[in-house]
């Protein structure tokens, strides 16, 4: 690499005096490829100063040491254990450096499959369009879902409200529709299903003869409900949009 200087000679011989790359490298004591390469670059070289030692050097390994014993230690408490030991760098240095060298975890995937009766998933899912109550109220119609694990069979139960007993109800017309109740149901996060949680901890509100856990991202959500063929500026009231879907459900 060239310095700045060498490089300002070469353009101004090449661009303002017109010399040829032999005579400029002649003139300059370089070698043609040299002169050709300043010629070819688009901006001065740069210049870039070679990294010094560092406070934190000598205490790589022990970071290390910690890292490897507790994966999750912040950087902050690094900083106090090496501060003990004789550290008096600065924190942000640190915490690039604990970023940096932090074990990442493994993340294990793999396919989940279910027994026959095993489990069902259960979801309530808002549908697009408001529609006539009884009394000709336009209201919200919320959809509810269950699947079961094994066979991917699935029900919809449509109802105005997601109070507990409007939940109860679906429950029973969506188990009578199976013919049966699977040995466990699954549930993500419902109101009405989780009282009150606390990280893993989850305390339900309904107790069935079935176990109830909530599902968090253990468990995939249903599959998509999609009628093409529903207009919903044509649906009055909820059992003729039940209709419509168990017209759809047979056809497939």
Not at 206 to 218: A, D, E, I, Y
């Amino acid at each position: 690499m060239v310095k700045v200087e060498v490089w300002a000679d070469v353009r101004r011989l090449h661009r303002v005096e017109k010399l040829s790359i032999r005579a400029i490298g002649r003139k300059l004591g370089l070698a043609r490829n040299t002169v050709r390469e300043v010629l070819r670059s688009e901006g001065p070289p740069g210049y870039s100063r070679a990294p010094g030692p560092s406070k934190l050097d000598r205490f790589k390994g022990r970071i290390a040491e910690l890292l490897t014993e507790y994966p999750r230690l912040s950087a902050v408490r690094v900083g106090e254990i090496l501060g003990n030991e004789g550290y008096s760098g600065g924190i942000t240095i640190l915490r690039d450096y604990v970023h940096q060298v932090r074990p990442r975890p493994i993340q294990a995937f793999q396919r989940t499959v279910y027994l026959p009766g095993e489990i069902g998933q259960v979801d309530w899912a808002k549908m697009p369009d408001p529609i006539p109550d009884a009394y000709g109220k336009l209201r919200p119609v919320y959809a509810f879902v269950m699947v079961l694990g094994y066979s991917r069979m699935l029900t919809v139960v449509f109802s105005f409200r997601t109070r507990l007993v409007d939940f109860l109800r679906c429950h029973a017309e969506a188990l009578a529709f199976f013919g049966g109740t699977p040995r466990t149901i699954v549930y993500d996060n419902l109101k009405s299903v989780v009282l009150w949680r606390r990280g893993a901890e989850v305390t339900p509100i309904v107790v069935t003869p079935t176990r109830v856990f909530q599902t968090g991202q253990r468990y995939r959500k249903p599959d998509r409900i999609v009628w093409e063929h529903l207009t919903w500026d044509v649906i009055r009231e909820v059992p003729m949009l039940m209709a419509l879907y168990e017209r759809d459900h047979a056809a497939r």
